[in-house]
């Protein structure tokens, strides 16, 4: 059976809520609806400013159009340049879910398509996504829609 998009808002929010320093999320673009939602951000927020070893990197294949009409994630994402890190992924290099995001290496949450129910894992898994993630993040391009733009 498909997750309602409020069983996988509250399946994301309790996977960051768990979250210590590092947050991998993969996706066709910033998941509008999901990591937009205040809850979703604040969480984010928490832990990209908790020290010197919070990481969030986030892989899209398309973030023009979410640029383009806005999105409540852009603004943190620009002001935190070094530690929430956007790249567009190389199609061609790397075989990807629906969605998934990846938490201090230990934990996983995906969506293999949209006919999929979620699926979530511990630390066994989520090291070979882990593994999967890193090679597809190593062949990204910085995402050009994302970053900040001085004047």
Do not use: Y
Request: hydrophobic share 40%; proline share 7%.
């Amino acid at each position: 059976m498909n997750p309602s998009p409020a069983e996988i808002r509250q399946q994301l929010a309790q996977c960051l809520q768990q979250a210590r320093w590092q947050v991998d999320i993969l996706a066709e673009d910033l998941l509008p609806g999901m990591l937009d939602q205040p809850a979703i951000i604040e969480s984010l927020q928490q832990i990209a400013t908790r020290g010197q070893h919070s990481r969030i990197r986030l892989l899209n294949r398309n973030t023009e159009i979410i640029a383009r009409n806005g999105h409540r994630l852009i603004p943190l994402i620009q002001r935190l340049p070094s530690i929430i890190q956007a790249r567009l992924s190389a199609p061609d290099r790397c075989v990807q879910p629906l969605w998934l995001i990846l938490t201090d290496q230990q934990r996983l949450l995906l969506q293999k398509d949209e006919n999929a129910p979620l699926h979530m894992a511990g630390e066994r898994e989520a090291t070979l996504w882990q593994e999967r993630f890193n090679e597809c993040w190593e062949h990204a391009q910085p995402d050009p829609w994302l970053r900040r733009i001085s004047l």
